[in-house]
Structure formats: structure tokens, C-alpha cells
């Protein structure tokens, strides 16, 4: 019997599709701002409203949604507040979320088994009313990401150069970490809340290697995300693996293949042979008709273009410029 005989992998596939194509998707933008480690904190708050779905009886994954985007605001809020404390700050939401979710699961009766299903995923706990949710949310990912591309590309390479030019850097900003927050809650069914971070960073650190121009590597990145999320879960079938763990583990392994086929690419671009291009002949010497009842001057009457070590004169729609004892045709 196939393992699309089954509506629970069908399901996990469709779901691995839409964590494999959003992570990498606002990956590349973490990773160009470099805060490759964000997925990973993100995850660590949203455990905590897995924990508070798990205590209060409502649906785990719009509450760790609401829960992740609050979380992403403080901290973005901290980053931008500059102060030295925001990494002290940080550090005590991304533990204390942690520890805050693993207490209300106890406090229940549900105990550490029933949050390692959000923590390193799984197939079996992806409903079909979740998958609708994922779908809502990872189409506004694809939106944003792909339809905010200059200005968010813009912002993470440059704040300064973005407020030049009139962007609203922290708005788009907060965006950013939002979306990751939306990111990382989407990708907890497949790959799990502590491991995501990996499918975010990992497919874009390899389409780097690979290629050059963000557009291009973000491209390859959603498409080694797309692959190790559908390869985690089809194998994780068949070896009765966790998907969330051989989904990193592939992610990896692209990863170390892409180093030494970087090598060879790199190797292979710097022995192609400059071609040197020499300047094209000169255009041939026109000269104008013979002025015989004008010469071109101040005060001539005609409108002088001052055009780097010498003046051009408009004379009937033409440029003609003084040469010795002619004019040339400009």
C-alpha cells in the first residue's frame, strides 16, 4: 500500500511542500541579516503557546502563532532599543517561553510526551483544519517575501542606505520578524519547533555556495528546502524516523555536498580567459559645410554648449565645433 493510500501523509506532504518553500523564503532574509539563530528563539516562545493551547483545551496552532508574533515584536523592539541588556532580555523570553510551555503541558497532565510532537514534529498531528490554516499563512508569507522583495532586500543589507531612500525600515523590519514568526509555527507539524531554524538557515547557506545574486539563490534555496522537506517526510515513512530530525539531517548533507562543488565552480570561473576588448576604430573626420559669411564665437548669435575642453555652437538643428580653420560636425 502506497504512503499516499494515507490521508495523514497526504496531508504531511502538503505541509512539508509549504514549510519547505516558506522557511528558506524568509530564511534569506534572516540569514542576510545576519540572525541566523532568530528561527531558533522564535521556536523556543512558541513553545509556549503550545503549552497554553495544551492547558486552556484551544487549537495549538493559532495560539502559538499569536504567541510567536508577540514574542518576534519584543524582540525586535529590543534589538532596536540598542541597549546592552537586549541580549539578556532576549535570552530570558527565548528560555522562559521554553520552560513556560513545558509547565502549563505538566501542570495538565500531559507531561513533555505531548509537546515532543511540536518540538520535533509530527505526521500524525496534522488535521485537516490545520492544514488550511498553513496554507492561509504560507501563502502571505510567498506574498510578502517574494512581492516585498527590493524593500525587504534593501533593509537587511542596508539600514542607512534604505532610510535614504525613504523606506519605512522599521516597519519593515518588524515585518521580517513577524513573518518568521508565522515561518516557524507553520513548519512545527513537519519539522519541529526546535529544528525549523535549520530549514530557514541551512538550504540558504547552500544555495549561496552555488550560486551569486540574492534572487537567484533564493530561488535555489526554497527549492533545497522543497526537497529536504518532502525527502524528510517520505523517508521518515518508510524508516519510522521523526521527519523533523531527517529533514535537518538532508538539509546538512546538501549542505556538505554543496562545498566541494562550490570549490570546483569557483576553480572553473577563475580559469575562463579574459577576453580583452580593445576600443572600436574611430569614427571617421566629418567636417561641416564651409561657413563663408559666419564664424562661430562669443556674441555670434548662436547658442554656445560649453562641452569639455571646448564649445559647440547649434547652427541649423547641428553642433559644429571650431577646429583650427574649419568646424567639425558634432
Known amino acids: 500500500m502506497g504512503l499516499l493510500s494515507f490521508a495523514f501523509m497526504q496531508r504531511a506532504l502538503i505541509a512539508a511542500l509549504l514549510a519547505g518553500i516558506t522557511s528558506p523564503a524568509i530564511g534569506a532574509y534572516i540569514v542576510q541579516r545576519r540572525l541566523s539563530l532568530l528561527g531558533d528563539g522564535l521556536g523556543h516562545v512558541a513553545i509556549a503557546g503550545v503549552g497554553l493551547a495544551i492547558a486552556t483545551g484551544t487549537a495549538p496552532l493559532p495560539m502559538a502563532v499569536a504567541v510567536a508574533i508577540v514574542g518576534a515584536v519584543i524582540i525586535e523592539l529590543l534589538r532596536q532599543s540598542g541597549k546592552a541588556t537586549a541580549d539578556v532580555a532576549m535570552a530570558i523570553l527565548f528560555y522562559g517561553g521554553l520552560a513556560t510551555g513545558v509547565l502549563l503541558a505538566g501542570l495538565v497532565g500531559q507531561g513533555t510526551g505531548t509537546l515532543s510532537n511540536y518540538l520535533f514534529g509530527s505526521l500524525l498531528t496534522i488535521a485537516e483544519t490545520d492544514l488550511w490554516l498553513i496554507l492561509g499563512l504560507a501563502t502571505a508569507i510567498l506574498a510578502a517575501t517574494i512581492g516585498l522583495m527590493p524593500q525587504l532586500f534593501a533593509v537587511c543589507t542596508d539600514e542607512d542606505f534604505a532610510k535614504v531612500m525613504g523606506l519605512p525600515v522599521r516597519f519593515y523590519n518588524l515585518l521580517i520578524v513577524v513573518l518568521a514568526a508565522i515561518t516557524v509555527t507553520v513548519s512545527m507539524r513537519t519539522v519541529g519547533l526546535l529544528m525549523v531554524s535549520a530549514l530557514m538557515v541551512v538550504p540558504v547557506a547552500t544555495a549561496g555556495n552555488l550560486l551569486t545574486g540574492f534572487r ?3 530561488a535555489l534555496a526554497m527549492g533545497l528546502g522543497v526537497v529536504a522537506a518532502i525527502g524528510g517526510v517520505v523517508g521518515s515513512y518508510y524508516l519510522n524516523a521523526p521527519p523533523g530530525s531527517l529533514i535537518v539531517v538532508i538539509t546538512i548533507i546538501g549542505f556538505v555536498l554543496s562545498l566541494p ?61 571650431p577646429h583650427g580653420d574649419h568646424y567639425d560636425e558634432h
Not at 264 to 285: Q, S, Y
Open 216 to 218: 537567484r539563490s533564493f
Open 261 to 321: 562543488l562550490a570549490a570546483i565552480l569557483n576553480r572553473r570561473h577563475r580559469l575562463e580567459p579574459v577576453i580583452e576588448i580593445t576600443d572600436p576604430e574611430p569614427l571617421p573626420h566629418e567636417t561641416t559645410h564651409p561657413h563663408t559669411d559666419h564664424e562661430h564665437g562669443p556674441g555670434c548669435g548662436h547658442l554656445a554648449v560649453v562641452h569639455g575642453d571646448h564649445t559647440d555652437y547649434v547652427h541649423d538643428g547641428h553642433r559644429h565645433a
